[in-house]
Nanobody, 123 residues
Framework: QVQLVESGGGLVQAGGSLRLSCAASGRTFSSYAMGWFRQAPGKEREFVAAIRWGGGTTYYADSVKGRFTISRDDAKNTVYLQMNSLKPEDTAVYYC????????????????WGQGTQVTVSS
């Protein structure tokens, strides 16, 4: 059974930092991309960042470029999202997705999802 478990969310003031983790179990994602998406109240889930396991190529939404960094630890089958200079508009539930082989910014490309972790940024 494949599981993705996110952790690291919380409440932080604007300008602060958080580091999210997504631990995968049940299979290895060494041949696939992993991604982070977020969903704010009343809005659709949107792409945040993705990373290809093989070469580590990364992709970012324009709204987080220069502030967020996605990385992975192959040995631990874990993906991270370092979030710096957080803004109130970053407030959302953050979801980890796994299993994409292309179109990494698209929701439908991911076969597996975690339960989400809440990130709240106060002004």
């Amino acid at each position: 059974q494949v599981q993705l478990v996110e952790s690291g969310g919380g409440l932080v003031q604007a300008g602060g930092s958080l580091r999210l983790s997504c631990a995968a179990s049940g299979r290895t994602f060494s041949s696939y991309a992993m991604g982070w998406f977020r969903q704010a109240p009343g809005k659709e889930r949107e792409f945040v960042a993705a990373i290809r396991w093989g070469g580590g190529t990364t992709y970012y939404a324009d709204s987080v470029k220069g502030r967020f960094t996605i990385s992975r630890d192959d040995a631990k089958n874990t993906v991270y999202l370092q979030m710096n200079s957080l803004k109130p508009e970053d407030t959302a539930v953050y979801y980890c997705g796994g299993g994409a082989v292309g179109f990494y910014t698209k929701l439908r490309s991911y076969d597996y999802w975690g339960q989400g972790t809440q990130v709240t940024v106060s002004s």
